[in-house]
Structure formats: structure tokens, C-alpha cells
């Protein structure tokens, strides 16, 4: 498995993209990352070791604190990954919206005499 494929797999879980939001914030213990989640500090400590087995987060050694953060050049590494479809995705919105754009935002004043969409 790739570097790359190894972080969207760590990211397809939900409490570790919230471990991750949380580290953006700035580094955290256990502890402060576990507070938020009503799943136990050795199940944290195995989201963590999964993240950290990305690559997208280390530890730091505080005296007897093991502080957690991201690190940044896996983040970035991530981002330009996704930024070579960014230009893609922001074309098909401005399609659409030129699309959008044409169509009226008024409804059509004529009735419609569709049998199945009849109020009775």
C-alpha cells in the first residue's frame, strides 16, 4: 500500500478525521483527544497508532506527556494530491453554474396537464 493510499484509508474513519481536526488546533495528549469521544483512551490509542502509521501524525516526548501532532508535510502531500482535480471539479461547477445561470428563476406560468400531478 502506498503512502498516499495508507492516509485516505486512516481518513475513511470518522473519529480519526476528528482526532485530525482536533490536531490542527494544535498537538494534544491522549487524554485531551480521548475527552470527546465515548470510546476508550486504549481504543484513541489505537486510532492514533493508525494515523501514525500514515504518517500523518508523530509523537512528541514531553518528560512522561506524549504529545500527538500533525505532521505537515503528510498533510501537504494530501492536498496536492487532491489539488491536481481541484481544477477539474471547479470547471464542472462553472458549467453548471453557466447552466444555472440560463435558466429562468421564475416558474412556468402554464398549467401543467399532467393527469398524475392533479391537487384533487
Known sequence: MTALDQS????????????????????ATVQDLARPFSISQPAISRHLKVLEDAGLIETRIE??????????DAVEALWDWLGQYRALWEAQFQRLDAVLDTMSDEPDPTPSNNPERSTS
Do not use: S, Y
Not at 481518513?11 to 498537538?27: H, K, M, N, Q, S
Open 8 to 27: 485516505f484509508a486512516a481518513l475513511a474513519d470518522p473519529t480519526r478525521r476528528a482526532i485530525i481536526a482536533r490536531l490542527a488546533e494544535g498537538e
Open 63 to 72: 518528560g512522561t506527556a506524549r504529545p500527538r501532532r500533525l505532521k505537515a
